[in-house]
């Protein structure tokens, strides 16, 4: 016998598992640091702005060093892997060969190794190539581990897309590259949204790889910020929950300006190939 209550009532417990932790961080942004580890889930009675005022403000100018660095690491890496991961994508989908199920074995394994796992030995190649600790390095590190993500999207997206219109573009005189840019990437929008906007959130939240690469004293992001504005001894929860509200505005907006193209980009290439 189904009881209709219970799909109500799973919705409001999953919800509230979702905004629980939400609360407990727009409460206590606006709350006098004191009263935090008094009344951690009170409402912030009366509002105050100093905690993101004492952000904003800090002499050392880590917030505004590590949004820069998070902001400038981010927008690089999800730039190069758009636009490698389309062209890779492209040519696994209008290619049936050997050496490109072969490729494609390779990017799978990819998608199942841990970036922990081979943190190690890229620190080491890192350390070769003099980018260790440096912007740079990151970057590469993140491209190189991201791609396969990334073809496996658009090369998915790329089989729900008509091969006729290459071909009478190629019949026209356009070359390849002609092709993929004016022809197929055009239509690529709503796998180009979510692959940016998965790529964008999970490098934008990456904490163990830029701590390690950047160093620990070299370079930060918002995410190892929010880590070093913690001391051993004691920590002003104020700041980090400001830090933690402040480091979550771009990605926010990043993913409202995008989300029209969200859900067709991830069921855009479920439905053929």
Known sequence: MT????????AIFVSALFF????????NVFKRGDLI???????????????????????????????????????????????????LGHYLARTRSRWTRVLTLVLLSGLMIPPQ????????????????????????FN????VPFGVFVFAGFIRAVPIELEEAAVLDGARR??????????????????VMIFLGVWIWNDFIDPLIILGPSQGTTVTTGIYRSIGQYQADFGSVFALMFLATLPV??????????FVKGLTGGATKG
């Not at 403000?57 to 590590?66: A, E, I």
């Not at 590259?177 to 979510?194: C, D, M, N, Y």
């Open 37 to 87: 580890s008094k009344e951690p889930a009170a409402p912030p009675v009366p509002p105050t702005l100093d905690n993101i005022e004492a952000v904003v403000s800090r002499p050392d100018q880590l917030f505004w060093v590590s949004l820069t660095n998070s902001i400038l690491v981010t927008t690089l890496s999800v730039a190069v892997l758009t636009v490698l991961s389309a062209m």
């Open 143 to 146: 491209v190189g581990y991201y």
């Open 117 to 140: 796992v081979i943190l190690i030995p890229i620190s080491d190649v890192l350390q070769i190539a003099n980018l260790m600790t440096t912007l740079q390095g990151l970057i590469l």
């Open 252 to 261: 926010l907006i990043f993913y409202l300006f995008l989300q029209k193209h």
């Open 177 to 194: 590259g002609q092709v993929f840019w004016r022809i197929v990437f055009p239509l690529l929008r709503p796998a180009t949204a979510s």
């Open 3 to 10: 009881r209709p209550w219970i799909r109500p009532v799973v």
């Open 20 to 27: 629980v932790p939400l609360y407990l961080v727009l409460a």
